[in-house]
């Protein structure tokens, strides 16, 4: 774990959240719920959604109104790739690999290309204000050396 590295990320605030889902339970929604709570201005990346919870939800990083400051992947680790290779391609200096989205190839792609990667950690063990439920689950895993 670097805490340099999700500490600069979690200052951010403009944050495109790719993977929101047409079902609810899914958790790039509830990712991209949370920061909304949060404070963070959030942009939905999905191709096949108009919209999400009445917020215009965008087909690719490239179609975001604004350069964000980071995205957060709450995809397949081989779809992760693809927005990897497309979040450096539209300067995006920051990248959240959401538990289950990491590889080594998207890790790597992010390391050579200068962009800051955060891989295989939740990013709401760390967004503040941390829920005390994954405040717990933070101690846990720095306990288990996660």
């Known amino acids: 774990m670097n805490l340099e590295k999700i500490n600069d990320f979690i200052k951010q ?5 790719v993977g ?7 958790f790039g929604n509830f990712i991209f719920k ?11 990346v999905n191709p096949k959604m108009e919209s999400l919870d009445n917020n215009k ?16 992947v709450v995809v397949s680790p081989e ?3 693809k927005v990897v290779a497309e979040a450096c391609e539209s300067g995006i200096k920051r990248v959240w690999l959401q538990q289950g989205s990491e590889s080594p190839v998207s890790i790597n792609y ?10 295989g950690e ?8 941390v829920s005390f439920f994954h405040r717990i689950h933070r101690f846990f895993w720095n306990m288990l050396k996660k």
Do not use: W
């Open 79 to 81: 779809e992760a790739q």
């Open 110 to 119: 992010c390391t050579n290309h200068g962009v800051s990667v955060v891989a």
């Open 13 to 17: 605030k403009n944050i495109a959240v």
């Open 20 to 26: 929101v889902s047409r079902k609810p339970q899914k």
């Open 122 to 129: 939740c990013i709401m063990m760390f967004a503040p204000p």
């Open 57 to 72: 939800c965008y087909p690719n990083l490239k179609e975001l109104p604004i350069k964000v400051d980071g995205v957060v």
């Open 34 to 44: 949370e920061l909304v709570k949060k404070g963070y201005t959030t942009f939905p």
